[in-house]
């Protein structure tokens, strides 16, 4: 190896970052770039191991993102050289440098002024701030023109856009970017959800039928203790107007498992809502106490358990995935072919491609059976 590397861990803000990144450390050589996460205990693990990893193989190693920011003179030990996440570049377009993806993750904000008692993020990317809608725009306009058909925007808390507001970027890119075919978004707090964006998102179909909501959990009390702005009607409720709205648009969502506290009874609850918000992508997190945050100094849940509630949640998801998947079997639907032999319909189904399929092109593919998670994709 003579050039850079990049090893990223984390969210799509991250990987949008690394590409940046990618370009402005261009010219070292026989150096990795080690894109750092801390949303838990075993992402920090997970970033100290790669760069340990690296630095076996005799490379030189900077490491970035929020775990090497919180916790700087820890990876400073470990890494040749730090950026910080304050020091990324930020806004300028970037070339996609992704082995798997040919959709092109645009960060529109950044930070979060919220206080989730979990949640250690804000230590590292700080006070919520958003791009101008004409930043945004020019660099949409480019990887359009560029033949990227697919953009997702991303953010640390995507709904805090406040410029003026989400919805009225999303139609900015709509209106000013006609030649873009698809255009996703990344995580979502329902609680933010303006009135333009949700008619953007269950009405416009260059917006992808497919919603991530943050939700964290079913059960009201530990909402509460994580303080969090909505209650589990709350989430319920906007899936049903979504799905009245929209028909058929598939529903993500981040659940934690084991949160401080919670009761067999709070577990069930968060369990049923997996069939009563029909979740089919889902991201299930085993609680870890992060140093610094409140829920760290509460009453903390057996970590065996913890594991033993993550499993459960996470074979729950599957199995409401796996029945949803078997219901798209005959249909015909546009998919965006990736790097590595997969792609993605609209609802974010994830299809086999067959053979010879070039990446970053839509192609019309009919769904098959389903195998290993994925449906089979035949040509239409």
Known sequence: ?????????????????????????????????????????????????????????????????????????????????????VDK????????????????????????????????????????????????IAEVAALAEAGVAEVVLTGVDLTSYASPNLGTLVEAILTKVPALHRLRLSSLDGVEIDPLLFELITGEQRVMPHVHLSLQSGDDLVLKRMKRRHLRGDAIALVERLKAARPGIAIGADIIAGFPTESPEAHARNLSLIEECDIVHGHVFPYSPRPGTPAARMPQVDPV????RAAEL?????????????TKAGAVEPVLAEQDGTGHAPDFARFRLPAGTRPGSIVMLRAGGVCDDLLVGEAA
Do not use: Y
């Not at 850079?4 to 940046?20: D, F, I």
């Not at 450390?25 to 996460?37: A, E, F, I, K, S």
């Not at 904000?109 to 989730?116: E, I, L, R, V």
């Not at 979990?118 to 004409?134: E, K, L, M, N």
């Open 1 to 85: 190896m003579s050039g850079l590397s990049v090893v990223t861990l984390g969210c799509r803000l991250n990987h949008a970052e690394s590409a940046r990144l990618a370009v402005a450390l261009g010219g070292h050589r026989d150096t990795v770039l080690v894109n750092t996460c801390a949303v838990t205990a075993q992402a920090v693990r997970q970033s100290r191991r790669a760069i340990r990893h690296a630095r076996n193989r005799g490379m030189r190693v900077i490491a970035t993102g929020c775990a090497a920011t919180i916790d700087p003179k820890g990876f400073g030990a470990l890494a040749d050289e730090l950026i910080l996440n």
């Open 89 to 136: 570049p930020d806004g300028a377009t970037a070339p996609i440098h992704d082995r798997v993806h040919t959709r092109a993750f645009v960060p529109v904000q950044n930070g979060c002024d919220h206080s989730c008692t979990f949640c250690i993020i804000p230590q590292g990317r700080g006070p919520s701030r958003s791009r101008p809608v004409d930043d945004v």
């Open 305 to 308: 358990m913890v594991r033993e």
């Open 314 to 326: 996470r074979s729950a998801v599957a199995a409401r995935r796996e029945r949803w998947l078997a």
